[in-house]
């Protein structure tokens, strides 16, 4: 019902930005929250940031200060704004999406890459 299409991974030297988008079709307006998450090589995927659609905003720790989860309801797009990033920052980033009713949907996945 709802497809998910990322875009922005790459490669970044320690110290400096990249944006994610993740541009989504299909049911958009049963879609409740959306965010982003992370798997890193050898451990689990881990929240990052979320955004629900009244606005609500939600961080891990790790990235507070640094990431900014954003949505834009014309686009039917959200967005994460990374700056200042740290080679701990290397992973897997997924766009999610959570519906009224299940399933909730993912991308693909895009690789983020900080070098030191």
């Known amino acids: 019902q709802v497809r998910l299409v990322e875009s922005g991974g790459g490669l970044v030297q320690a110290g400096g930005s990249l944006r994610l988008s993740c541009a989504a079709s299909g049911s958009i307006f049963s879609i409740t929250t959306m965010g982003w998450y992370r798997q890193a090589p050898g451990k689990q995927r881990d929240l990052v940031a979320t955004?629900?659609?009244?606005?609500?905003?939600n961080y891990a720790d790790s990235v507070k200060g640094r990431f900014t989860i954003s949505r834009d309801y014309a686009k039917n797009t959200v967005y994460l704004q990374m700056n200042t990033l740290k080679p701990e920052d290397t992973a897997v980033y997924y766009c999610?999406?959570?519906?009224?009713?299940?399933?909730?949907?993912w991308g693909q996945g895009t690789q983020v890459t900080v070098s030191s």
């Open positions: 999610n999406a959570q519906l009224i009713r299940p399933p909730g949907y």
């Open positions: 955004i629900t659609r009244g606005g609500t905003t």
